[in-house]
Each structure stands twice: as structure tokens, then as C-alpha cells.
Nanobody
Framework: QVQVVESGGGLVQPGGSLKLSCAVS????????MGWYRQAPGKSRESVAT???????YWRDSMKGRITISRDISQSMIYLNMNNLQPDDTAVYYC???????????WGQGTQVTVSS
């Protein structure tokens, strides 16, 4: 069973930045996909940034230019750097990994991001 644990969330002022971390219990080598989703209260979970086979990246339109997804293979860590955060970015942010293209996505427990002045 793959364990996924997010961290790095917190309270930030509008225009501020956060770096979220995702610790994964298995190697990131040869993963089909990985990425980040978010869920605001009363809303459905929505994609933020994902990477799939061939290192194909998806960026949510409302966050393009403000976020960067990266990973550290040696540490089995996935990161989400977010800049110029706005109140609408307030949500619980979830990390996932997908070992194979048609397989199960393994999710973390989420980390709360609150953007407020």
C-alpha cells in the first residue's frame, strides 16, 4: 500500500506564496502520474496540476503562471510551489500518485491552505 502525506499548508496573505510538500512511501521512479488537487468547502475536488506519462503536465487555467510542480526522486517528494495566492485558492490541497496508467490513484490526507488578510 502506498502512503502519501502532504504538508506545508497554512495561513497566508493574499499575494503570498506557499510551498506544499508530498511525501510518498515508494519510489517516484517510473510513476505514470502524480499531482495535486484541491477541495474548497462545499465544492468538488478539482485538479490543480498533474503530470502523466511522458512528463505531460496539466495546469489549471486559473493558476497558470502561479504554480510549479516538481519532484525530488532521491527523497520521494512531490512539491507544489504556489505564488500570488488569492482567497479563492483557499482549500484543502491533496497530493496523489498513480503507479500505472489504468491503476488506482493513492491520495494523501490533505493540507489546509487558507488565504486571508
Amino acid at each position: 500500500q502506498v502512503q502519501v502525506v502532504e504538508s506545508g499548508g497554512g495561513l497566508v496573505q493574499p499575494g503570498g506564496s506557499l510551498k506544499l510538500s508530498c511525501a510518498v512511501s515508494r519510489s517516484l521512479v517510473n510513476l505514470y502520474g502524480m499531482g495535486w488537487y484541491r477541495q474548497a468547502p462545499g465544492k468538488s475536488r478539482e485538479s490543480v496540476a498533474t503530470i502523466s506519462g511522458g512528463s505531460i503536465a496539466y495546469w489549471r487555467d486559473s493558476m497558470k503562471g502561479r504554480i510549479t510542480i516538481s519532484r525530488d526522486i532521491s527523497q520521494s517528494m512531490i512539491y507544489l510551489n504556489m505564488n500570488n495566492l488569492q482567497p479563492d485558492d483557499t482549500a484543502v490541497y491533496y497530493c496523489y500518485v498513480e503507479p500505472i496508467a489504468t491503476g488506482t490513484r493513492y491520495w494523501g490526507q490533505g493540507t489546509q491552505v487558507t488565504v486571508s488578510s
